[in-house]
């Protein structure tokens, strides 16, 4: 296999592939370093400034491609990596919007190493929003084309990297889920060596070519010549008339139901009474939460079903040949509401010892997707239920496109018609658990928790140690308190130290309040908010 070519640095990428003199950048300034609170990241932030000339990792304007005009973002992997923070992340959304207000074909060449660790969970939801828009932009009939870089990994393929219409890759390019570094740390071995590479992919039928950026504009061109049903060379003309800087902004009165202090949701969403969280003095640390969502006798979907639903029907797999037995798919009763449920699956505690914690893999989002289209068919609720360590990470997952799956489960979720209620009931690490997390409505138990890696994981990309897994955990913000404080989490419901009892009852009883109410909204209501949400993730 080709080894991959010296980095090329992101604007001389764009201006050796644009027609010559046609490059316009889009980027406003980001924000001042001041506005950092950790001095350790201000001083990594102003470094990759002076290294890179560059404000942030993303760069993003518009450009001529053989005389048509298209829209561009990219990432310079010398700024921190290529990772999205929130500013990088907000900045690829405005771009992809503009994009799509102007009706322009876009080209994206992403080189990165995912989610900006330092900014923890709140960076890790930019994907959710990145994806929406690129969904936006392709439900509107316009050109998305991808351009693998080395590398492209985390976050970054697991959303916007893995959404092309076409996709291409730099030849040699490293491209996977989760970089070798992590899997070494993590499991004390290498990732077998070969797979994670371009031309593997190719050949695994997960990217469409495999060329050299010198390829890159007229392989473009050409596919935009068809892509583009128009045939225009200069743009849609309507974008060309319409043009006048202005971003498009959250829908009109698409505003989310504010909450109290306490985090409760307006009285139309309200449980009964019996669902009221207990009194607490504190919420618990990062560390206890872990290691309480890791404990071998906490309840699992399969136990809560037990506990909630009634009239449970199992469906199994995807209906085309794959099952995976990470992923629960039923249809089920809550309180009085019909729906569709999916969630990872433990296993179950009732078939002797404790549960195994079985990885997610490509099958089972597929089978994610498959109960997500019947909710949308039927228009049935969709309650899903997140409790991962992780994703499978192997060489059959890589080569089954699970980045690819979490991407399009990502972007089928946050764009479903139906009523989608998310219960984050335990450990929620990396993108397997953010594959099911953007609902209308997220619910968490106290000791839950959402994590752009496990702990262990992003310790080792921080510190080169995973001896620090709980300290930076805590600065990431990943207890259910801080995901309620950011607006990741609508209402944490308390937990009494029992494996069900109580605690199920105050949670079914939740469950099934969010559920009616969310049956009762308005369409269009309902889905203008969710998108609202979800494009205001770690704004001020």
């Known amino acids: 296999m080709t080894a991959p070519s010296p980095r090329t640095p992101a604007l001389e990428l764009i201006e050796a592939v644009v027609d010559p003199g046609s490059w316009r950048c889009w980027d406003e300034p980001a924000g001042a370093l001041a506005d950092t609170p950790d001095p350790g990241y201000r001083a990594d932030l102003l470094a990759a400034r002076e290294r890179t000339g560059l404000d942030e990792s993303v760069i993003t304007g518009e450009g001529r491609l ?86 492209t990994t985390g976050g970054v393929l ?136 890791r404990l071998p006798e906490r309840i699992g979907v399969r136990e809560l079903l037990d506990a909630v639903a009634a009239e449970v029907t199992p469906l199994s797999g995807t209906g085309a040949g794959e099952r995976d037995p990470g992923l629960l798919l039923a249809l089920a009763r809550v309180g009085s509401v019909p729906c569709v449920v999916l969630g990872h699956d433990r296993g179950s505690r009732r078939a002797g010892g404790a549960p195994a914690g079985q990885a997610l893999g490509p099958a089972g989002l597929r089978a994610a997707r498959r109960g997500m289209r019947i909710a949308a068919e039927l228009d049935l609720p969709l309650l899903t239920v997140i409790d991962t360590a992780g994703a499978a990470l192997s060489r059959e997952a890589e080569e089954g496109g699970l980045a690819g799956e979490i991407a399009r489960s990502l972007a089928d979720l946050v764009t479903l018609p139906a009523p989608t209620l998310c219960l984050l009931l335990g450990q929620g690490a990396g993108g397997a658990a953010l594959a099911l997390l953007p609902a209308d409505r997220v619910v968490a138990a106290r000791h839950a928790w959402l994590s752009p890696l496990p702990p262990e994981g992003a310790s080792a990309i921080l510190h080169r140690t995973t001896e620090r897994a709980y300290e930076v955990a805590a600065r990431q913000g990943v207890r259910s308190a801080d995901l309620l404080a950011s607006g990741i989490v609508d209402r944490v419901v308390e937990e009494d130290g029992e494996a069900g009892g109580a605690f199920t009852d105050r949670l079914g009883a939740v469950l099934a309040g969010e559920l009616a109410a969310l049956r009762a909204r308005e369409r269009g209501e309902r889905l203008a908010a969710r998108r609202a949400r979800y494009r205001r993730v770690g704004l001020a």
């Open 66 to 151: 053989r005389g048509r005009r298209v829209a561009v973002v990219a990432c310079e992997f010398r700024f921190l990596a290529g990772s999205i923070g929130v500013a990088a992340g907000e900045r690829l959304v405005r771009a992809v919007e503009r994009a799509t207000e102007l009706r322009l074909p876009l080209l994206a060449a992403p080189a990165s190493g995912g989610t900006r660790m330092q900014e923890g969970t709140v960076a890790f939801l930019q994907m959710v929003k990145v994806a929406a828009a690129i969904t936006d932009h392709k439900g509107a009939g316009l050109p998305y084309l991808v351009y693998l870089r080395h590398p």
């Open 158 to 293: 697991a959303s916007w990297g893995s959404l092309g219409h076409l996709t291409a890759a730099e030849p040699g390019a490293l491209i996977g889920f989760l970089g070798p570094r992590v899997h070494e740390a993590l499991y004390g071995e290498q990732f077998p060596p070969g797979v994670q590479v371009a031309e593997h992919l190719l050949a695994h039928g997960l990217i469409d070519a495999v060329l050299p950026a010198g390829e890159l504009g007229a392989v473009a061109a050409r596919a935009l010549d068809v892509l583009c049903a128009d045939g225009a060379r200069d743009g849609a003309a309507a974008g060309e008339a319409t043009e006048s800087g202005a971003r498009p902004g959250d829908p009109a009165g698409a505003a989310g139901e504010p909450l109290d202090a306490a985090g409760e949701p307006p009285s139309a969403a309200g449980p009964p009474s019996a669902a009221e969280p207990l009194t607490i003095a504190g919420p618990p640390s990062a560390a206890e939460s872990i290691r309480r969502s």
